[in-house]
């Protein structure tokens, strides 16, 4: 299984936006080729309901001729009240609350990383050889802790990006 990054979103800089459906960047068509050029073969799609994958994945399915089914199990981790902030502007004590247990901890209201990881490994347990997911950095992050890859839940994958689980 490869789980795909969505390409950059429009205006997403310092922004908390987990849930939040921006629209994607001007120069989605051309990250879009870039992907398509680079993506190694894959069997199935499946996509986080969020435009900004739901796009990409429908045009990866165009192209390679592939089936697509969305999973809201796929979608971005849930902020709570945090989405659509700047992240300057959570107060401190919040952000503090999170570290402390970050697992666990839900001074936003949105869901916990425990229940992302939750989500995510059972999204796993069903996942077939050879599909491709279109999601988002923390549901990756989430699939590489719950497979047991050191730093899961620390690891960067930049826009378009792409991280290679087959075989684990």
Do not use: K
Request: aromatic share 8%; with cysteine.
């Amino acid at each position: 299984m490869i789980i795909l990054r969505h390409t950059r979103p429009d205006g997403h800089e310092g922004l908390c936006y987990g849930r939040t459906d921006l629209a994607l960047a001007p120069d989605f068509e051309a990250d879009a080729a870039a992907i398509l050029a680079g993506l190694p073969p894959v069997s199935a799609i499946r996509s986080s309901p969020l435009s900004r994958c739901l796009r990409l994945a429908e045009r990866i399915a165009a192209a390679r001729r592939l089936p697509l089914a969305t999973d809201p199990r796929l979608a971005e981790f849930d902020f709570g009240a945090w989405e659509g902030r700047a992240w300057a502007d959570i107060p401190r004590a919040e952000l503090d609350a999170w570290a402390a247990d970050f697992r666990h901890a839900r001074p936003h209201g949105g869901e916990t990383v425990a229940e992302l990881g939750a989500r995510v490994a059972a999204a796993l347990a069903e996942a077939t050889p050879g599909t491709l997911w279109v999601a988002h950095a923390g549901v990756a992050r989430a699939a590489a802790a719950v497979l047991g890859h050191a730093g899961g839940w620390e690891m960067r994958l930049g826009f378009g990006r792409w991280l290679d689980l087959r075989g684990r």
